[in-house]
């Protein structure tokens, strides 16, 4: 077994429910990873500037599969991001008004968005995943490149809510859950696992060399992609079912111990 890349989600996967891992532990394993000249993806549906805040040390070393694939960056260096018309902007808009989700965030290249009339409260739960988040008075008007929507809903309303997003905006925008009640959209096509394809390429690593840890829907193409794929416990039941491996829950450092094991047998 040769493993080139490891590829991690964060919330519920590398981040306990505190949002923190163990860095000290963790500035080890990157260590040996170094030294085996083995990749570290992160892999989120989050914003870049929240991802890298994790990494503040040693983000230049890292490389970015931010909001679910639509932004990635090796390092600092951008290598790729994708872009939604002005038309489908205002298309979905009208569609997700009439759906009144708790949160709606607009995310693009500079920033993320949110009207200006929302709550204190939804902007600083907002915040904590996209610090670099801005209150305009219209969400048609944005002056940057948009590449996904990110909304939050009741969580017992999310399986339902993913399917009528999914009939509405069907061939335009994919919907998939990233977790807690919140939901992504997506531009088809546009995943995890397009984000590390991408990479694979630039780096010349095969499916089978990628170790890649899951929890929530927006993982099921990654998890799906490589050869040694990892569920959480607290994983959601399609990603258990389509990882080859199961481990333990994110407030044990499941995915340290396990990266951990595999450089003992790189």
């Not at 549906?45 to 805040?53: D, E, H, M, V």
């Not at 008004?97 to 607009?106: D, G, Q, R």
């Not at 990882?243 to 595999?262: C, P």
Request: proline letters at 2%.
């Amino acid at each position: 077994m040769t493993i080139k890349m490891i590829a991690v989600d964060m919330d519920g996967t590398f981040l306990n429910d505190q949002k923190k891992y163990d860095e000290e532990r963790f500035r080890k394993i990157f260590t040996q990873m170094n030294e085996q000249s083995i990749k570290f993806v992160v892999a989120s549906g989050n914003q870049y500037y929240q991802l890298r805040s994790f990494f503040l040390d040693y983000h230049e070393h890292i490389s970015f599969v931010a909001e679910n694939g639509a932004y990635i960056l090796e390092g600092t260096t951008p290598l790729y991001n994708g872009e939604m018309s002005k038309k489908l902007i205002a298309e979905v808009l009208d569609q997700l008004y009439s759906m009144t989700p708790e949160n709606l965030i607009v995310c693009g290249k500079k920033g993320a968005y949110v009207h200006e009339d929302i709550t204190s409260d939804i902007y600083e739960s907002a915040k904590q995943y996209y610090p670099k988040i801005k209150k305009v008075s219209s969400l048609y008007q944005i002056d940057d490149t948009i590449f996904k929507f990110a909304l939050s809903f009741e969580e017992n309303t999310i399986s339902n809510t993913l399917k009528l997003l999914n009939m509405k905006l069907a061939g335009r925008l994919t919907a998939v859950s990233s977790g807690h009640g919140d939901i992504d959209l997506i531009i088809p096509g546009i995943h995890k696992a397009n984000g590390l394809k991408l990479l694979q390429e630039r780096w010349l690593i095969n499916e089978n060399e990628i170790a890649a840890f899951g929890d929530s829907g927006n993982d099921l193409e990654m998890i799906q992609h490589v050869s040694f794929s990892y569920a959480m416990g607290n994983a959601q039941p399609a990603i258990k079912k389509a990882a080859k491996y199961q481990i333990g829950d994110n407030n044990t450092d499941a995915v340290l111990k396990t990266i951990e094991q595999l450089l003992k047998t790189n």
